[in-house]
């Protein structure tokens, strides 16, 4: 079974910061991992994602999150936060059937963007 | 362009009412997906179907709840009897067949049982 884990529910930065967004997942096959983005109000959008491939993968919206095995970790990074990066963002990873068997979810980061 | 559309967004319903929430997938999409998302928690995997076929329904949380899909397109999630733990914000998704991961979701519809 799969399971991810978020590092801090809640996240706060000053707008110009780096934003960093921890997630860690233990999988029992080669993981496809994700990064949602939820905006007040609004469904799930993906952000980036990872299959195969280059272990470093870019995002919409400037974000990128590194794939690091020996780490089980899969951080999502933005070198500078902007005041409409604030909404709650979701690590997930799917199971070994791919898509087939929906996505396992952390439990969210709220990011809070100080002026 | 058309994105996934969930009715009703609100719904508030007494305690053992039965409910009906409705997922209008994009066109195309074969696979659907259904998930809760509780007050402070992430999202829990319900259901999948695939064209009009959900060939694992062990993710659903008791058998209060079912759901089905008419073809590829509308599918509905229905809680029987329903209880106050059945409060939270029921997400619907759609994909392309095989194609990993990339689910469109839907506004979700918030469910409250008083």
């Known amino acids: 079974a799969q399971s991810v884990t978020q590092l801090g529910s809640h996240v706060s930065v000053s707008e110009g910061a780096l934003v960093l967004l921890r997630c860690n997942y233990s999988?029992?096959?080669?993981?496809?991992l994700f990064w949602y983005v939820q905006y007040p109000n609004q469904g799930l959008q993906l952000l980036l994602k990872?299959?195969?491939?280059?272990?470093l993968v870019k995002g919409i919206n400037g974000f990128e999150a590194e794939f690091k095995k020996s780490e089980t970790s899969f951080h999502l990074t933005k070198p500078s936060a902007h005041m409409s990066d604030a909404a709650e963002y979701f690590c997930?990873?799917?199971?070994?059937?791919?898509?087939?068997?929906?996505?396992?979810f952390g439990k969210g980061t709220h990011l809070i963007i100080q002026p | 362009g058309a994105g996934v559309s969930q009715s009703p967004s609100n719904k508030v319903t007494e305690k053992g009412k039965d409910v009906e929430l409705r997922c209008d997938p994009i066109s195309g999409h074969t696979a659907l997906y259904w998930y809760r998302q509780r007050l402070g928690q992430g999202l829990e995997f319900l259901i999948y179907?695939?064209?009009?076929?959900?060939?694992?329904k062990s993710g659903l949380p008791s058998d209060r709840f079912s759901a089905e899909r008419t073809g590829e397109s509308v599918s509905t999630l229905t809680i029987q009897r329903t209880q106050q733990e059945d409060s939270a914000v029921y997400l619907c998704?759609?994909?392309?067949?095989?194609?990993?991961?990339?689910?469109?979701f839907g506004p979700g519809t918030r469910l409250t049982v008083t």
């Open positions: 990872y299959t195969t491939g280059a272990t």
């Open positions: 999988s029992s096959v080669p993981p496809y």
């Open positions: 179907f695939q064209g009009n076929s959900a060939p694992d």
């Open positions: 997930a990873v799917s199971g070994p059937g791919g898509g087939a068997d929906g996505l396992t």
């Open positions: 998704a759609s994909s392309l067949e095989g194609y990993v991961g990339e689910q469109y």
